[in-house]
């Protein structure tokens, strides 16, 4: 699954907090791209499979938070 | 701000926020009070249009969906009026703070003036101790010294 960030919203360190903090749920790829960030997500944990999308969105919003 | 757009299925609302009026510091903030109930995730462009949108964490009714969507309007209010009250006072609050810095500063100063005071009063130097005490001490007996011009109190009385 892949999820696009909007860089005018997202903080990139915010993300790789992020990521940081989920690498033991799934494997986190990030690629920036023009004004965005997208984040494959691959061998997703079975028990979050259904909410890791949602929850990482949050997480690095909380995160994105700490920058403003 | 349009009215928001329900997307009953997905169990989502779409918010769109004016940055124009809401500065986006505000909708951060709204956003993140909402965290705990929803899904947020934000999009659009940051000087045009901003889009907020909210995912119920538990299935959400028609009126769960308005509620929603209304508690956030009402708390991106409060945050644009804090953030407003505190960008209007932010030259007082730091002149405040300032203020209290270099107060606490003065303190400090006359705190070690005073130390120094003691310190003096206790002469860690034993620079008030008289020579001939001093000079004593070091070798248990007291040496002869050279009559004093114009002493006062002299053993053998001349003068």
């Not at chain 2, 299925?9 to 940055?19: G, L």
Request: glycine letters at 6%.
């Amino acid at each position: 699954m892949t999820i696009v960030f909007n860089k005018q919203f997202y903080h990139l360190q915010a993300i790789k907090k992020a990521t940081e903090a989920y690498k033991e749920l799934a494997v986190f790829n990030i690629k920036e791209k023009d004004n965005n960030i997208e984040i494959d997500i691959d061998g997703v944990d079975k028990d979050v499979k259904d909410v890791i999308k949602d929850e990482f969105c949050n997480y690095v919003l909380a995160e994105t938070k700490k920058f403003t | 701000m349009s009215k928001p757009n329900i997307n009953k299925s997905e169990n989502k609302i779409v918010i769109s926020v004016d940055p124009k009026l809401y500065p986006l510091e505000s909708i951060y903030g709204a956003a993140y009070v909402f965290l705990d109930r929803a899904y947020v995730f934000l999009d659009g462009d940051s000087k045009k249009e901003v889009y907020v949108h909210l995912k119920g964490k538990k299935k959400l009714t028609d009126g769960d969906m308005e509620n929603l969507a209304d508690e956030f309007l009402n708390e991106l209010l409060n945050y644009s009026l804090r953030y407003q009250i505190s960008k209007d006072n932010r030259q007082i609050r730091e002149y405040i703070v300032g203020a209290a810095l270099i107060g606490a500063l003065g303190e400090n100063i006359d705190k070690s003036m005073e130390s120094d005071e003691k310190d003096w009063k206790k002469d860690p130097l034993g620079i008030a101790v008289p020579w001939e005490e001093k000079y004593a001490k070091r070798d248990g007996t007291k040496k002869k010294e050279p009559p004093l011009k114009g002493a006062v109190g002299q053993k053998d009385g001349k003068k």
